[in-house]
């Protein structure tokens, strides 16, 4: 039998690194010795859309190289304040799909719950940036027999208390899968701590089906902090999976999305989906364009074996499931 390990981080630990998290755009170019030239781009683009980062993340990141791909992915800059044709609000029908405040009905035998606004970090790209959290108090439905996965998302579900999060899923039958979407284990992996791998325990022993489907964009992203959290969790029952965006100027390289899947598999986590930008107002520089996104798929199906290589997908409002691209 294979030793359950247990992370040093002790419960709650993850919220007072939070708490100290870089929310000023001039303290981030203090720390990372960034182009002044960025600066008031960056506070304009962060006055619509706040910046938010972990300390321990940023330590990942390459100082003074705005365009660190790690940085890339949460640097406010003045380019998203342009308007472009095509990105939009609500670029994935979230709110068409609202079947009460803060449950989503899109595909069969699937719920999603907007379960909290918060997250531990502000994604630059976020198809949500602009959901209007506020207005949508999640109401828990109740889950008819033709639900067989409930998805808990947000913001990041794990933003949540592990009582808040109990409580969630307590009137949930044993029988219907949980699927946990959360950035949390990449960017702050202190969270999966002993209080939230004690829930996991209680749930995968009574019957339930955990997946969790983290988020990584580039093998940087999985240093050893991070890979100690996925294996708690993989030893503990948890089906881990990964999905990623496709950026411009992230990962729009063969190489570095087949270091990713390498990277991902080493840690235990299969590559799952990897997605067309959802054209969000704001976004637009990160978009790769169709044409150079059948080439990548392309090269890593010759690179790699086929259990690592994602499925590229776009989600297209009203559409019964992720559209496959190639």
Known sequence: MIPRKRPAWQAGEWRS???????????????????????PGARAAARRFPLRLPRPYLQRM?????DDPLLRQFLPLGEELEEVAGFVTDPVGDEAALAAPGVLRKYHGRVLLITTGACPVHCRYCFRRHFPYEKQRLQMPVVGSEVEEVILSGGDPLSLSDARLAELVSSLPSRVTLRLHSRMPVVLPQRIDTGFLAWVEREVGRGRRLVMVIHANHAR??????????EALRLRGVMLLNQAVLLRGVNDEAEVLAALSRRLFQAGVLPYYLHRLDPVAGAAHFQVEDERAGELMEALRTELPGYLVPRLVRESAGAPYKLPLS
């Open 62 to 66: 390459r100082r003074g190289d705005p």
């Open 221 to 230: 992203e999985v240093d050893g902090t991070v890979e100690m959290a996925l």
């Open 17 to 39: 690194i939070l708490a100290r998290a870089v929310r000023d755009v001039d303290e981030l170019w203090r720390l990372l010795a960034l182009p002044p030239a960025l600066l």
